[in-house]
C-alpha cells in the first residue's frame, strides 16, 4: 500500500488566517483526495486534487475558500484560507494506489484548531 | 442522494466472541465496497475491501456482500480489546474512485 504522511501534524492557528498542508506519498499515484473530519463526525470529501489541472471541489467546498494544488503524481497541498473557528477539524489526505488496485489510503491527518 | 447507513453503537462484545458490524447502502451503482478502522485520535485503516457478491476472508476478518439487499458485513471473530475502534463502511461508485462513508460504528471490545 501506499505511505502517505501529511505536515503539519497539528496546528492552532487565529482566525483570518490561512494554513496550508502539505500530504507527500511515496509512490506515484492515480488519484489524490483531501478529506474533512469534523469533531464526531464521518469523512466528508472536499475535493479531487487534479494532476496539472484545477481541483474538482465537491458541493458545499470552493476554491477561494480550499484552494488545492497537485503538482505532480506524489504530492498535493490543501490551503484553508481566511480560517474561522467552524474550520477547527481533522484533514486527511487520502491516494488511490498503486495502480491497479482499488483501495484508497489516508494520510495521518492534520489536527487544525482555529481560535 | 447516496447514503451509507450504519448503526452508530456502540456495540459491545466479550473478548473472544464474535463482532458483526453492518452497513446498507442506497446507491445501487455501487461497485466497490470497504471497511475501515479508526482508532480514536487516529487516521482511518483500510482492512477489508469486496467487490463480489459473497464472503471474502482475510485473518480474522470476513467482509460479506450482498448487491440485491444493497447490504455489506464485516464480522471479527475471536475479538481481542485491541480491535476496539470506530468501523466505516464506504463504498465507491462505477468509474468513480471519490468513497461515501458511512458514520461509523463504535465497537468495545470486553476484557
Known amino acids: 500500500s501506499a505511505v502517505i504522511s501529511q505536515k503539519p501534524s497539528r496546528d492552532i492557528c487565529q482566525r483570518g488566517t490561512s494554513l496550508t498542508i502539505q500530504c507527500q506519498v511515496d509512490?506515484?499515484?492515480?488519484?489524490m483526495f483531501w478529506y474533512r473530519q469534523q469533531p464526531g463526525q464521518s469523512l466528508t470529501l472536499i475535493a479531487t486534487a487534479n494532476q496539472g489541472s484545477e481541483a474538482t471541489y465537491e458541493s458545499g467546498f470552493v476554491i477561494d475558500k480550499f484552494p488545492i494544488s497537485r503538482p505532480n503524481l506524489t504530492f498535493s497541498t490543501l490551503t484553508v484560507s481566511n480560517m474561522s473557528p467552524e474550520d477547527s477539524s481533522i484533514y486527511l489526505c487520502s491516494a488511490f494506489g498503486p495502480a491497479g488496485k482499488e483501495e484508497q489510503y489516508f494520510g495521518p491527518g492534520t489536527r487544525l484548531t482555529v481560535t | 442522494q447516496k447514503e451509507v447507513e450504519q448503526n452508530s453503537g456502540p456495540l459491545s462484545v466479550p473478548e473472544g466472541a464474535i463482532a458483526s458490524l453492518n452497513c446498507t447502502y442506497s446507491d445501487r451503482g455501487s461497485q466497490s465496497f470497504f471497511w475501515y478502522r479508526q482508532y480514536s485520535g487516529k487516521s482511518p485503516e483500510l482492512i477489508m475491501s469486496i467487490y463480489s457478491n459473497g464472503d471474502k476472508e482475510d485473518g480474522r476478518f470476513t467482509a460479506q456482500l450482498n448487491k440485491a439487499s444493497q447490504y455489506v458485513s464485516l464480522l471479527i471473530r475471536d475479538s481481542q480489546p485491541s480491535d476496539s475502534a470506530t468501523y466505516l463502511c464506504a463504498y465507491s461508485g462505477a468509474g468513480s474512485y471519490q468513497l461515501t462513508f458511512g458514520k461509523g460504528t463504535k465497537l468495545s471490545v470486553i476484557p
Open positions: 509512490s506515484q499515484v492515480t488519484m
